[in-house]
T-cell receptor, first 117, second 115 residues
Framework: AQKITQTQPGMFVQEKEAVTLDCTYDTSDPSYGLFWYKQPSSGEMIFLIYQGSYDQQNATEGRYSLNFQKARKSANLVISASQLGDSAMYFCAMREVFKAAGNKLTFGGGTRVLVKP | NAGVMQNPRHLVRRRGQEARLRCSPMKGHSHVYWYRQLPEEGLKFMVYLQKENIIDESGMPKERFSAEFPKEGPSILRIQQVVRGDSAAYFC?????????????FGDGTRLSIL
């Protein structure tokens, strides 16, 4: 079974609008962390936002926020006020603390976002 | 630049040659991770190292691939007798601790092409 599932291979979004990128995960580990990374066409991986499994509040970082629904095992990324520079691949990743040395990240397949002017 | 440094950025090898990819972690980071990314796919974990120790190599192919993180110098991912299927982007990441909420910071990757 896939540990991280991103069901949207690609999305268009109008500039200045908000966009939600879906991410569902599968783990039996009681302690885990969820991460979102951005990969622009230049190829580098840029850390965006983190959510811990025990965090009570949804994480926010500037225009990025994470809609964390623990019971549904989802951690959707919301980008508000989209900009042309947001066009990129976005990856959701999970770290399971107690399993497998606890440090490796498991990535989803990614969602490509294209922001239209 | 105090970020994760990978070199070379691009590497071309012929089948059967060896490829050596280098990674210097962020200053103060002692945990290094290697990932591989095939075109249009997510990153796949390969190996996790601390200084002079391999902690988790569950994602490493059993043959031809090896990794090290010596006491001095960068971490090295070595691929012997490369084949076409080794063509991919190889990313190194580092973190300053093994705790849950520390993000891994990535280098810009090495794009390996096998002729």
């Amino acid at each position: 079974a896939q540990k991280i599932t991103q069901t949207q291979p690609g999305m268009f979004v109008q500039e200045k609008e908000a966009v939600t990128l879906d991410c569902t995960y599968d783990t039996s580990d009681p302690s885990y962390g969820l991460f979102w990374y951005k990969q622009p066409s230049s190829g580098e991986m840029i850390f965006l936002i983190y959510q811990g499994s025990y965090d009570q509040q949804n994480a926010t970082e500037g225009r990025y926020s994470l809609n964390f629904q623990k019971a549904r095992k989802s951690a959707n990324l919301v980008i508000s006020a989209s900009q042309l520079g947001d066009s990129a691949m976005y990856f959701c990743a999970m770290r399971e603390v107690f399993k497998a040395a606890g440090n490796k990240l498991t990535f989803g397949g990614g969602t490509r976002v294209l922001v239209k002017p | 630049n105090a970020g994760v440094m990978q070199n070379p950025r691009h590497l071309v090898r012929r089948r059967g040659q060896e490829a050596r990819l280098r990674c210097s972690p962020m200053k103060g980071h002692s945990h290094v991770y290697w990932y591989r990314q095939l075109p249009e796919e997510g990153l796949k974990f390969m190996v996790y190292l601390q200084k002079e120790n391999i902690i988790d190599e569950s994602g490493m192919p059993k043959e031809r691939f090896s990794a090290e993180f010596p006491k001095e110098g960068p971490s090295i991912l070595r691929i012997q007798q490369v084949v076409r299927g080794d063509s991919a982007a190889y990313f190194c990441a580092s973190s300053d601790a093994g705790t849950n909420n520390q993000p891994q910071h990535f280098g810009d990757g090495t794009r390996l092409s096998i002729l």
